[in-house]
């Protein structure tokens, strides 16, 4: 199993431009998540997903889309880039609702200028 | 949301046992704590969790107060390859958000050598 894997690793974006990034997962997880960590602020949740076909906002959600048209992609769309989005983004999976453990992809870098 | 409390940083010697302390008080009787590390400029890998009872795995052993407002995660022999910013985390059991985990500011250990 490959696990969790994200692409791009890194990114630099103008502010304005879109882009997705993408998210996979190999283990049939129904759980999937997407995360941003900035210094001093830990990880705060954007979106997540309880399965294909249903998402939902978390704590951060403004500035970003989501869709899960399979069990194994949850790509993160951002609209219109802002400098305030310059993160680090972490994708995460796990098994269900009963399922505690979550596993995270390596992050993409993004850098708005 | 229990919250929880962790020093900020702690320094180890290579091959001894690292004992890192967390206080979560406010703790309800159904909320499980969780342990997660990162690596610099990796993503988050879980760790151990539990309940009331001490837990141990191939990686650490995790000892949990009486009254359940403080815990210890331990590890035995830590390497130079365990320096990282380790996580003590109370799952959210709320409803549809049990989906989440709030990650604090972490204690930084490094370890020496």
């Known amino acids: 199993n490959a696990g969790v894997t994200q692409t791009p690793k890194f990114q630099v974006l103008k502010t304005g431009q879109s882009m997705t990034l993408q998210c996979a997962q190999d283990m049939n997880h129904e759980y999937m998540s997407w995360y941003r960590q900035d210094p001093g602020m830990g990880l705060r949740l954007i979106h997540y997903s309880v399965g294909a076909g249903i998402t939902d906002q978390g704590e951060v959600p403004n500035g970003y889309n989501v869709s899960r048209s399979t069990t194994e992609d949850f790509p993160l769309r951002l609209l219109s880039a802002a400098p305030s989005q310059t993160s680090v983004y972490f994708c995460?999976?796990?098994?269900?609702?009963?399922?505690?453990?979550?596993?995270f992809g390596p992050g993409t870098r993004l850098l708005v200028l | 949301d229990a919250k929880t409390t962790q020093p900020p940083s702690m320094d180890c010697a290579e091959g001894r046992a690292a004992n890192l302390p967390c206080n979560h008080s406010?703790?309800?009787?159904?909320?499980?704590v969780y342990w997660y590390r990162q690596i610099h400029s990796q993503g988050p890998q879980y760790i151990i969790h539990g309940l009331k009872n001490n837990e141990t795995n191939e990686m650490a052993s995790l000892i949990i107060t009486e009254d359940r407002k403080s815990s210890t995660l331990i590890l035995p022999h830590a390497t130079l390859r365990d320096t990282a910013v380790y996580y003590c985390?109370?799952?959210?059991?709320?409803?549809?958000?049990?989906?989440?985990?709030?990650f604090g500011k972490g204690t930084l250990l490094t370890v020496n050598p």
């Open positions: 406010t703790i309800s009787g159904n909320e499980y």
């Open positions: 995460a999976s796990r098994a269900g609702r009963h399922q505690e453990t979550q596993y």
């Open positions: 985390i109370v799952r959210l059991n709320s409803g549809g958000s049990n989906y989440k985990l709030t």
